[in-house]
């Protein structure tokens, strides 16, 4: 029989050649029986992830929740693909909107084409990643000759590494309840990221051992392939490459004149790092000249970090070591690195030293570029550290004794089967599902989804085309309500639209936006019905956080009354309101907004909105270039009969911001009760006041009679090239001809119905 070429049979390598006498069968045993119990293990591998596929698809297919929010970003980054491709051109997903979302998702989200049922697109992103991870355990230790308790120990190892608690958090459950920022596995693609990165870590370890270029450049595709799941995947390009070269370097004693004299050793180096090198760098130029990874997005991206670091902050403490543990990476793997990193010491440091840098760089991210809340992102890089010392561990385990392996592999079994387990029963009881780490999804928040649902019938049944909703978080009972509206509005654009607004946009520091509030159609939250607990969170007069700021808004809203403008519409685990009186609401919020002292962050997008006399004057003083006097009146004499306003411009302003401008006014009307479809118009034009860009804000009647002067904000959140300055005005659009008031003063064009405000310098 031929021998296998192996590159460094020495005798800690589980590629090595077994012992003859633990592998040759009796002659007295049946050879049909010997096949069995060669392939059992394997087989045990195989029924395992059938099993738990199985037990996915239930569970997708049973979800009522649909995508939203990231989840639904995907889902339009395939469809928009698909799209593209369906009408004969030639789409380049890297520039796909939304260009924010990396590429590769494509691939497993929807790989035969767009479909609005989102169930497949559950399933494959939580099940595939399983396949992958028990797939690299294979491909980085499998050896035809290892012994029978080897064997078994490999398939125990795949099925850890695929069973850790992170891939089976299906919806909350109270061992995560102070990991702030939770994430279902349910159309994420952080598991997709860890199947990778655990298949590009198990090909360059095969490479190595077998001295195998092709295994090299296989590798490094799929670690470039990381860079288009997540920005994230250039680490694992880095931990892939590092570790390549690290393992290659000890197996050639870093002997350098063995790479010149040896042909065959030298063709395996250069092929591999050239070939690497190659895919790398078209990789990094294919996604850094593109609007995927353009300067825009990763700034967004820097932002998004930012406001993560800031707002979801959790400490390294007990808690948190115990959470990463229990409820993310499980005890086997944690274990299994542990002790491949103390037999790698000995033997196998380059073994050592590649897990030790997957680890650390893992922690980095972790610590440093993200928040230690995100234990999802550490994922990835503790499965390659496992990866990379799977054939550590079983070249150890050939020089143990069978019943120590097969022990071994027994107790390293029994999580990811009790997973199976649990999966399959009915109701599992939540005590079991706290001892194994996951959360089994129990249509927990069903009521939420079916309110949104019969909130889109009643809307449809009265004729309503748009509404807008305030959420004021981002609860599991509260996402799956916004998801039912978002993913309808995803599906169709017939009406009637919803537009769901929350407190975060990870671009700024989070803040509940009164005026978003004013102007909502409805008020989504979670209540505090407990008269104790509200005034316990009404208590406290200085407001030190946002998630502090959070309780109070909760607690303020679930005391309002229809004399506060508002209506209660349903009361399940969240409730529900409708602003009727937005000017009464308006004046309930000017009275938390005066009571309590908050954050920053909320006083730069709460700016004060109604001025008193002695406000604006004080405001004049302190910015006397934004002080103007500019009355808006009729063009012509009108009847008393005719209600037409006018308008009073104390001062104006234009800032700039990011990419854009915000122009901001000081206007009062004069007799308020004629302000029924009127509207303070800006126009951005360019020198020859032609409009390149326009918006427009409803004039509004005062909540106060000494409050009646209007602070507007008109944002222009990109500055087209060529405009020099801001036109604007006061009109009322009707159906034939729109009508105008004529400014008395400043620099004016259209017959005096604009005045023009030159753009400053940023």
Same mark, same amino acid.
């Given at each position: 029989?031929?021998?296998?070429?192996?590159?460094?049979?020495?005798?800690?390598?589980? *590629?090595?050649?077994?012992?003859?006498?633990?592998?040759?069968?009796?002659?007295?045993? @049946?050879?049909?029986?010997?096949?069995?119990?060669?392939?059992?293990?394997?087989?045990?591998?195989?029924?395992?992830?059938?099993?738990?596929?199985?037990?996915?698809?239930?569970?997708?297919?049973?979800?009522?929740?649909?995508?939203?929010?990231?989840?639904?970003?995907?889902?339009?980054?395939?469809?928009?693909?698909?799209?593209?491709?369906?009408?004969?051109?030639?789409?380049?997903?890297?520039?796909?909107? !939304?260009?924010?979302?990396?590429?590769?998702?494509?691939?497993?989200?929807?790989?035969?084409?767009?479909?609005?049922?989102?169930?497949?697109?559950?399933?494959?992103?939580?099940?595939?990643?399983?396949?992958?991870?028990?797939?690299?355990?294979?491909?980085?230790?499998?050896?035809?000759?290892? /012994?029978?308790?080897?064997?078994?120990?490999?398939?125990?190892?795949?099925?850890?590494?695929?069973?850790?608690?992170?891939?089976? #958090?299906? #919806?909350? /459950?109270? &061992?995560?309840?102070?990991?702030?920022?939770?994430?279902?596995?349910?159309?994420?693609?952080?598991?997709?990221?860890?199947?990778?990165?655990?298949?590009?870590?198990?090909?360059?370890?095969?490479?190595?051992?077998?001295?195998?270029?092709?295994?090299?450049?296989?590798?490094?595709?799929?670690?470039?392939?990381?860079?288009?799941?997540?920005?994230?995947?250039?680490?694992?390009? +880095?931990?892939?490459?590092?570790?390549?070269?690290?393992?290659?370097?000890?197996?050639?004693?870093? &002997?350098?004149?063995?790479?010149?004299?040896?042909?065959?050793?030298?063709?395996?180096?250069?092929?591999?790092?050239?070939?690497?090198?190659?895919?790398?760098?078209?990789?990094?130029?294919?996604?850094?000249?593109?609007?995927?990874?353009?300067?825009?997005?990763?700034?967004?991206?820097?932002?998004? *970090?930012?406001?993560?670091?800031?707002?979801?902050?959790?400490?390294?403490?007990?808690?948190?070591?115990?959470?990463?543990?229990?409820?993310?990476?499980?005890?086997?793997?944690?274990?299994?690195?542990?002790?491949?990193?103390?037999?790698?010491?000995?033997?196998?440091?380059?073994?050592?030293?590649?897990?030790?840098?997957?680890?650390?760089?893992?922690?980095?991210?972790?610590?440093?570029?993200?928040?230690?809340?995100?234990?999802?992102?550490?994922?990835?890089?503790?499965?390659?550290?496992?990866?990379?010392?799977?054939?550590?561990?079983?070249?150890?385990?050939?020089?143990?004794? #069978?019943?120590?392996?097969?022990?071994? =592999?027994?107790?390293?079994?029994?999580?990811? *089967?009790?997973?199976?387990?649990?999966?399959?029963?009915?109701?599992?009881?939540?005590?079991?599902?706290?001892?194994?780490?996951?959360?089994?999804?129990?249509?927990?928040?069903?009521?939420?989804?079916?309110?949104?649902?019969?909130?889109?019938?009643?809307?449809?049944?009265?004729?309503?085309?748009?509404?807008?909703?305030?959420?004021? =978080?981002?609860?599991?009972?509260?996402?799956?309500?916004?998801?039912?509206?978002?993913? $309808?509005?995803?599906?169709?654009?017939?009406?009637?639209?919803?537009?769901?607004?929350?407190?975060?946009?990870?671009?700024?520091?989070?803040?509940?936006?009164?005026?978003?509030?004013?102007?909502?159609?409805?008020?989504?939250?979670?209540?505090?019905?407990?008269?104790?607990?509200?005034?316990?969170?009404?208590?406290?007069?200085?407001?030190?956080?946002?998630?502090?700021?959070?309780?109070?808004?909760?607690?303020?809203?679930?005391?309002?009354?229809?004399?506060?403008?508002?209506?209660?519409?349903?009361?399940?685990?969240?409730?529900?309101?409708?602003?009727?009186?937005?000017?009464?609401?308006?004046?309930?919020?000017? $009275?938390?907004?005066?009571?309590?002292?908050?954050?920053?962050?909320?006083?730069?997008? &709460?700016?004060?909105?109604?001025?008193?006399?002695?406000?604006?004057?004080?405001?004049?003083?302190?910015?006397?270039?934004?002080?103007?006097?500019?009355?808006?009146?009729?063009?012509?004499?009108?009847?008393?009969?005719?209600?037409?306003?006018?308008?009073?411009?104390?001062?104006?302003?234009?800032?700039?911001?990011? @990419?854009?401008?915000?122009?901001?006014?000081?206007?009062?009307?004069?007799?308020?009760?004629?302000?029924?479809?009127?509207?303070?118009?800006?126009?951005?034009? %360019? +020198? %020859?006041?032609?409009?390149?860009?326009?918006? #427009?804000?409803?004039?509004?009647?005062?909540?106060?009679?000494?409050?009646?002067?209007?602070?507007?904000?008109?944002?222009?959140?990109?500055?087209?090239?060529?405009?020099?300055?801001?036109?604007?005005?006061?009109?009322? !659009?009707?159906?034939?001809?729109?009508?105008? *008031?004529?400014?008395? /003063?400043?620099?004016?064009?259209?017959?005096?119905?604009?005045?023009?405000?030159?753009?400053? &310098?940023?």
């Amino acid at each position: 029989m031929d021998t296998p070429v192996v590159a460094n049979p020495d005798e800690h390598s589980i *590629l090595k050649i077994a012992n003859p006498e633990l592998e040759t069968p009796s002659p007295h045993m @049946n050879n049909s029986r010997a096949t069995w119990l060669t392939i059992a293990p394997v087989l045990v591998v195989i029924l395992w992830l059938a099993a738990i596929g199985a037990e996915i698809a239930v569970i997708a297919f049973h979800t009522t929740t649909p995508p939203f929010y990231d989840a639904l970003s995907y889902v339009d980054k395939a469809r928009n693909f698909w799209s593209g491709l369906s009408h004969g051109a030639l789409v380049n997903p890297l520039n796909v909107p !939304p260009t924010i979302r990396p590429p590769g998702t494509i691939l497993l989200a929807y790989p035969f084409g767009y479909t609005p049922a989102f169930q497949w697109f559950y399933f494959r992103l939580a099940y595939v990643p399983l396949v992958l991870l028990a797939g690299a355990v294979y491909v980085a230790g499998f050896a035809s000759a290892s /012994s029978r308790a080897t064997q078994w120990l490999l398939a125990s190892m795949a099925l850890a590494l695929a069973g850790m608690p992170a891939f089976y #958090q299906f #919806q909350p /459950s109270e &061992n995560l309840a102070f990991q702030i920022n939770w994430r279902s596995v349910l159309g994420h693609v952080d598991s997709y990221l860890a199947g990778m990165a655990a298949i590009a870590m198990a090909s360059a370890i095969r490479s190595v051992h077998l001295r195998s270029a092709g295994w090299a450049i296989g590798a490094a595709i799929m670690a470039a392939f990381c860079l288009f799941i997540k920005p994230s995947g250039l680490l694992v390009m +880095a931990a892939v490459g590092v570790g390549w070269v690290i393992l290659a370097g000890f197996d050639l004693h870093w &002997n350098i004149g063995k790479i010149r004299r040896d042909a065959a050793i030298r063709g395996f180096v250069v092929k591999s790092l050239g070939g690497g090198a190659v895919v790398y760098g078209l990789a990094v130029v294919a996604a850094f000249h593109s609007a995927y990874l353009s300067p825009a997005n990763m700034a967004y991206g820097d932002r998004a *970090l930012a406001v993560l670091r800031t707002e979801y902050h959790a400490p390294w403490s007990a808690d948190l070591l115990t959470l990463m543990l229990h409820d993310n990476l499980g005890l086997v793997v944690p274990v299994g690195i542990f002790l491949g990193l103390f037999a790698a010491l000995k033997r196998e440091r380059g073994a050592a030293a590649t897990a030790s840098f997957c680890i650390v760089a893992g922690l980095w991210l972790l610590t440093v570029k993200s928040d230690p809340s995100e234990m999802r992102y550490f994922v990835p890089f503790a499965a390659m550290g496992f990866v990379a010392l799977v054939p550590t561990l079983l070249a150890h385990a050939e020089r143990m004794t #069978q019943h120590l392996v097969y022990t071994g =592999a027994t107790l390293g079994m029994a999580p990811p *089967l009790a997973i199976a387990i649990l999966l399959a029963l009915p109701h599992p009881l939540p005590a079991w599902q706290r001892a194994a780490g996951i959360s089994v999804p129990d249509d927990a928040y069903k009521a939420e989804g079916d309110l949104a649902a019969d909130l889109i019938s009643e809307l449809q049944a009265v004729g309503v085309k748009q509404v807008s909703v305030y959420q004021f =978080a981002n609860t599991p009972a509260l996402y799956s309500f916004a998801a039912v509206l978002g993913y $309808r509005g995803h599906l169709t654009e017939s009406p009637p639209q919803a537009q769901v607004m929350l407190p975060i946009d990870w671009e700024h520091p989070s803040a509940f936006r009164f005026d978003q509030i004013r102007q909502a159609d409805y008020v989504a939250f979670e209540p505090i019905r407990d008269e104790r607990a509200r005034a316990e969170a009404l208590a406290p007069h200085v407001v030190p956080d946002f998630w502090a700021e959070t309780r109070l808004m909760n607690a303020w809203f679930s005391s309002l009354t229809e004399a506060d403008g508002v209506k209660r519409v349903s009361e399940i685990g969240i409730r529900l309101l409708r602003v009727m009186d937005p000017t009464l609401l308006e004046a309930s919020l000017m $009275r938390l907004q005066a009571d309590y002292v908050w954050p920053a962050p909320f006083y730069a997008v &709460n700016p004060l909105r109604w001025w008193s006399e002695g406000e604006i004057a004080q405001l004049r003083s302190d910015r006397p270039a934004a002080a103007v006097d500019i009355d808006f009146q009729p063009a012509m004499p009108v009847s008393t009969a005719v209600a037409i306003p006018t308008v009073h411009l104390y001062a104006t302003q234009i800032d700039h911001f990011d @990419n854009g401008l915000e122009a901001k006014f000081w206007a009062q009307v004069r007799n308020p009760v004629s302000m029924t479809g009127w509207y303070l118009f800006a126009h951005l034009v %360019n +020198a %020859n006041g032609e409009i390149l860009t326009s918006t #427009q804000a409803t004039l509004e009647t005062p909540p106060t009679a000494e409050r009646n002067i209007h602070y507007y904000t008109l944002d222009f959140p990109n500055r087209p090239e060529g405009a020099v300055a801001v036109a604007f005005g006061f009109y009322r !659009p009707e159906k034939s001809i729109a009508t105008f *008031l004529n400014a008395d /003063s400043g620099r004016r064009d259209w017959n005096g119905q604009r005045v023009l405000l030159p753009i400053p &310098n940023p």
